[in-house]
């Protein structure tokens, strides 16, 4: 069992991974969401054209999780001990308690949210009859430190959320032994509803503005860490992988191109047109009392988006 001490320093920990990560998974999101900016377009030309394309994506990347994560579904469980192919009696009590827990729609989230985010959790828990309970966190809400040893053993596992009404985040820490309650106000909390940088805590607070609730903490009666991680295609020495970070890119060069087409449609359907002998108008000036005192050039960026050049020599011509 963790001191007060110690488990206010790994909750503090192990939230600055989570903040890392959770920076991201919001990333991966926007861009499933096809939330998307324009990069890969030159300064000149974001200064023209970036606002009038805002919103428009030919968004793939919905198009490629979402055709891993459709083939994906839990059809039953089947014990290590067991030595049938027919479903045993507690096989068939694990597949009931996962219906009951609506998983057969929740788990296809979570494993979606994987696909996205590298990795997304399941915590299993129970209800004051001893009734199991299933829920699902994505990457930004849970994280699972291993034994640095084997890198398999859950060594603890860490649950975040806000609670709007109660202007509160919540974090509850978990090891195979124990179970650690903290609060704080949410004015700690970053714009994800991350932790801030390590620095700016430290001015702030030596532990974070944690306060530990030691009536609802309490013992781990299941005796194992209770959040299960479930990493996205996992490499050796590199850790999961998101169905998304790969087509990015592919994805900013495929707006960047409709962009362009579109701006090239704009301009041929509104032709340039030339004024020759004569200068651009001026916008007169007025004072308080409507009097002109005074004229100022247009901005020639006005010009130009308008399609217009102006030629001031008498005896300009063309061609």
Request: contains cysteine.
């Amino acid at each position: 069992m963790l001191t007060k001490e110690q488990a206010t320093e790994q909750v503090n920990r192990l939230y600055r991974i989570l903040q890392y990560r959770g920076q991201e998974a919001t990333e991966f999101k926007e861009f499933y969401q096809g939330n998307q900016p324009l990069a890969f377009a030159s300064k000149e030309w974001k200064n023209f054209n970036s606002s009038r394309y805002k919103g428009f994506t030919d968004n793939w990347c919905e198009v490629v999780v979402n055709a891993a994560s459709e083939r994906i579904a839990v059809q039953g469980f089947k014990l290590p001990s067991s030595t049938s192919s027919r479903q045993s009696k507690r096989e068939k009590s694990l597949y009931d308690s996962w219906l009951m827990n609506e998983q057969d729609s929740w788990s296809s989230q979570g494993f979606l949210d994987a696909m996205i985010a590298r990795r997304s959790f399941a915590l299993v828990w129970g209800d004051p009859a001893g009734e199991p309970i299933i829920t699902w966190r994505d990457a930004r809400q849970a994280i699972v430190w291993y034994d640095a040893e084997t890198n398999r053993r859950r060594k603890y596992g860490m649950v975040i959320w806000d609670d709007l009404d109660a202007n509160k985040e919540f974090v509850t820490l978990y090891d195979a032994d124990f179970v650690y309650k903290f609060s704080r106000a949410r004015v700690f909390a970053g714009f994800t509803g991350l932790a801030l940088p390590e620095t700016v805590l430290s001015s702030l607070s030596f532990d974070g503005g944690w306060v530990m609730d030691e009536e609802a903490s309490g013992v781990n009666h299941l005796g194992v860490v209770p959040l299960v991680e479930f990493p996205n295609r996992p490499v050796l020495g590199t850790g999961p992988l998101s169905e998304i970070q790969g087509v990015i890119p592919m994805q900013n060069a495929i707006n960047l191109l409709w962009a362009y087409l579109f701006n090239a449609a704009d301009y041929a359907s509104m032709p340039a047109r030339v004024i020759m002998g004569q200068a651009p108008p001026k916008i007169p000036i007025m004072d308080a009392n409507g009097v002109k005192i005074g004229e100022r050039d247009i901005d020639e960026e006005k010009l130009t988006q308008g399609r217009m050049l102006w030629l001031t020599g008498q005896n300009t011509t063309i061609g």
